[in-house]
T-cell receptor, first 116, second 109 residues
Framework: EAGVAQSPRYKIIEKRQSVAFWCNPISGHATLYWYQQILGQGPKLLIQFQNNGVVDDSQLPKDRFSAERLKGVDSTLKIQPAKLEDSAVYLC??????????????FGPGTRLLVL | SQQGEEDPQALSIQEGENATMNCSYKTSINNLQWYRQNSGRGLVHLILIRSNEREKHSGRLRVTLDTSKKSSSLLITASRAADTASYFCATGGAQKLVFGQGTRLTINP
């Protein structure tokens, strides 16, 4: 079974530029999450999708961050314009397996963003 | 805000020794999960313990949960160099996880 795929793995941009991250979850997983992990901290949930609907985006800075999950599969997370404090690893995860693993989240490798 | 708080923040032991990490949380939970993160990589799920369970084992891992004290512990027995990583507890509600800040574990050869 293929894992969660993310791209790009690394991105360096200047402040005020825009950037987009892509995530492909595990096949069949209905729930998709985007997390922000700042160096030395635990992941912080930005947005959670159930199929193509938003379940929780309470911690998403909506003035600059946006996310979509078209057709309930792939998802993109965009930052426009980026700020220095957006430098972090952006992790995508999915869940929705069977056999007792419904609540387990499977993470992709992350995209490391550096804003200069 | 993060619900789980791991203790200690960093732990360094010799290979072969046991490592114990603790997690405390504030509100009611459905389950508590432990994840491992190797340097520069994504998180890997280790074990899930439900609120009505007190102890769970998986290989060299042993997790306990005390809901009356709102705390959990992760024990790694017979540690190996490959166990060097950051370990996070995450408290689960309705499919939503809230992560702590993690314990950085270093296994010295």
């Amino acid at each position: 079974e293929a894992g969660v795929a993310q791209s790009p793995r690394y991105k360096i941009i200047e402040k005020r530029q825009s950037v987009a991250f892509w995530c492909n979850p595990i096949s069949g997983h209905a729930t998709l999450y985007w997390y922000q992990q700042i160096l030395g901290q635990g992941p912080k949930l930005l947005i959670q999708f159930q199929n193509n609907g938003v379940v929780d985006d309470s911690q998403l800075p909506k003035d600059r961050f946006s996310a979509e999950r078209l057709k309930g599969v792939d998802s993109t997370l965009k930052i426009q314009p980026a700020k220095l404090e957006d430098s972090a690893v952006y992790l995508c995860a999915s869940s929705g397996g069977t056999g007792g693993s419904e609540q387990t989240q499977y993470f992709g490798p992350g995209t490391r963003l550096l804003v200069l | 805000s993060q619900q789980g708080e791991e203790d200690p923040q960093a732990l360094s032991i010799q290979e072969g020794e046991n490592a114990t990490m603790n997690c405390s949380y504030k509100t009611s939970i459905n389950n508590l999960q432990w994840y491992r993160q190797n340097s520069g990589r994504g998180l890997v799920h280790l074990i899930l313990i439900r609120s009505n369970e007190r102890e769970k084992h998986s290989g060299r891992l042993r997790v306990t949960l005390d809901t009356s004290k709102k705390s959990s512990s992760l024990l790694i027995t017979a540690s190996r160099a490959a166990d060097t990583a950051s370990y996070f507890c995450a408290t689960g509600g309705a499919q939503k996880l809230v992560f702590g800040q993690g314990t950085r574990l270093t296994i010295n050869p």
